[in-house]
């Protein structure tokens, strides 16, 4: 049975380890037509896809992680519309392990109401698998970002994208270094758009939700031995995943990640989702940040589905002439 | 060495022909939904206007959002580029380009004919050409009337919409007040003007500052974006072809 989540802090090792599929909520090709009865067209179109596809696919259940305001209040709209629905605490100020712990054992009770039940063993297992995954996905990055298999894994079984992943890492071609483009931002479900940038002439390189940021991670060092040492080692893994926006960390963890990231680039591109207020928040200081380092940053604004492409692909092949 | 610039924007096409600093034709035609056949078209009648055969055009550079459609081109380059190598071209001086086409407006910042940075608007009506034809529309005017008419008014009413839907019913309304047409005018210019110069205040307005695309010709329009930054700008004499004769200039090496 499918459990639907959007956001990629969401322990998604614990609901495989009850016996549900996990499956990453995105905006889709289709229209977006039955969430307007519901949310505002000022919301951001990822929130309003999400909805539009639980209205209208099959799910057992959503499981909410506390990120940004819009998907917080779509935990009530998506209850509202009648869908069953668990919202997890995730701390906006990451260094309480001790809370998220508890939140991460009051879940493991809810998936037991739900019919699906946490073993140790069963724990250590799909933590086993998705860290397997995770560094097959840093692999076959290295050689090829290759997108649409890194959004195609996080809705499939997780043994299932395994393979998946080494077959792609055969096949793999190694992408030419330059020039090359940092595309930071949330989520872009979409393919084609990463296309546009290899068309133009880039190799790419990401800071996307659905991109690296769905596989990198500071993995903990100890090993668990009973199931609350496997639910800490969620815990400190998520605390230690690669940084987002939504979240506020001791020194300015968020910042020095991606200037770091666009250290070898020759450009960035904010690759944004019209009304995602906490990457718009950070723009106007990165963007500093960024051009006092000499690199030349557009903004790319997205609004899903993505139909129209053309404006966007004039947008990156003035970045590329603009580098040239 | 002889070079056409072919520029398919989203209303018209234009193209240009250069020998060396000199242009010897330009031409400019409403687009087909075939773009293929607009590219062809344009060039041919251009080609025709200079006295030339294809033959003896050395290189074709395509531009504008059709460019990927002139499958005769030697080279593709954004319209970015070339407005900013256009206006180089034509004003050595310029440092901020604004382009008003019919369906999209951008802002360039040029250094030396080389771009430093850019923004454009391409989502919504707001600050483009479309928005004046909308304007003129529901006050049963004839678009190249808008900018002698803006200049007539002695007080200028309010848009306050971005959005073109919202801000004819705005015009309407003000019709139905008993406002005067040509106050509305001046107000509806000076909506676009206001839009533009927030999006230029994004990459920063350096002088000299150059207006490009169609929009350029209407005085309205110019009058307000001179009031909003202080000083005077720059329009070459055919600001429709600045694309396509910076593709041109690309073209000629």
């Known amino acids: 049975m499918k459990v639907g989540y959007l956001c990629t802090f969401t322990p998604k090792e614990i609901i495989y380890s009850a016996g549900f599929q996990p499956f990453r909520v995105f905006a889709t090709e289709r229209p977006i037509e039955l969430a307007s009865a519901y949310i505002q067209s000022y919301s951001c179109s990822q929130a309003r896809g999400a909805l539009e596809c639980a209205l209208k696919d099959d799910f057992y259940a959503f499981v909410f992680t506390r990120c940004c305001d819009t998907l917080m209040r779509l935990t009530d709209i998506f209850e509202f519309a009648g869908k069953r629905v668990y919202n997890i605490e995730f701390p906006t100020k990451i260094g309480n392990v001790e809370y998220y712990l508890r939140e991460l054992k009051d879940f493991v009770e809810v998936l037991r109401d739900w019919g699906g039940e946490v073993s140790f063993e ?96 500071i993995y903990p060092t100890f090993e668990p031995e009973d199931l609350e040492g496997a639910l800490r080692f969620i815990a400190e893994k998520y605390f230690y995943k690669s940084p987002c926006p939504t979240k506020h960390y001791e020194s300015d963890r968020r910042f020095e990640y991606v200037i770091k990231l666009a250290e070898d680039c020759d450009a960035v591109v904010f690759l944004l989702v019209k009304f995602c207020e906490p990457h718009f928040f950070d723009y106007p200081q990165l963007k500093s940040e960024l051009e006092k380092m000499g690199k030349k940053v557009a903004l790319i604004e997205l609004e899903f589905p993505v139909v129209s492409t053309e404006q966007i692909r004039t947008r990156i092949e003035a970045l590329r002439e603009v580098i040239l | 060495m002889i070079s056409a610039g072919i520029d398919i924007g989203s209303i018209t096409a234009k193209c240009v022909i250069l020998q060396g600093d000199k242009i010897l034709a330009y031409s400019i035609l409403r687009v087909k939904p075939n773009l293929e056949e607009s590219a062809r078209e344009i060039f041919e009648k251009t080609l025709e206007l200079a006295g030339l055969s294809k033959e003896e055009v050395d290189s074709i550079v395509a531009t504008g959002y059709g460019r990927g459609r002139v499958d005769f081109a030697n080279k593709k380059i954004t319209e970015i580029s ?41 989502k919504c009506a707001a600050g483009t050409g479309r928005f004046i034809e909308v304007m003129a529309n529901a006050l049963g005017l004839k678009i190249e009337q808008i900018g002698e008419l803006a200049l007539r008014a002695t007080e200028r009413l309010k848009i306050s919409s971005t959005c073109t839907v919202f801000a004819e019913s705005e015009v309407v309304s003000y019709l139905s007040a008993g406002k005067k047409v040509e106050e509305i005018i001046a107000g509806v210019c000076d909506a676009i003007a206001g839009r533009l110069i927030a999006m230029a205040s994004r990459v920063g307005i350096r002088r000299e500052v150059v207006l490009t695309g169609g929009v350029a010709k209407n005085l309205g329009v110019r009058r307000a974006i001179e009031e909003k930054i202080g000083f005077g700008v720059k329009v070459p004499p055919e600001p429709q072809i600045v694309g396509a004769l910076g593709a041109a200039v690309l073209g000629s090496g």
């Open chain 2, 82 to 122: 070339c407005h900013a190598i256009g206006s180089h071209f034509l004003i050595p001086d310029v440092g901020t380009v604004i382009d008003i086409g019919g369906q999209d407006s951008k802002v360039i910042a040029v250094e030396n004919g080389k771009v430093l940075d850019f923004v454009m608007n391409d």
């Open chain 1, 122 to 217: 069963s724990l250590v297992e799909s933590l086993k698998l998705y860290r397997e995954l995770e560094e097959g996905l840093k692999q076959l990055f290295s050689v090829f970002p290759d997108y649409e298999t890194a959004i195609k894994v996080q809705q499939i079984d997780v043994k299932d994208a395994i393979k998946l992943v080494d077959e792609k890492l055969k096949s793999a071609k190694k992408e030419k270094e330059s020039p090359k483009v940092l595309i930071t931002g949330s989520v872009c479900p979409y393919p084609k758009i990463y296309d546009l940038f290899r068309e133009a002439g880039f190799s790419i390189k990401d800071d996307l939700c659905t991109g690296s940021r769905f596989f990198e991670y």
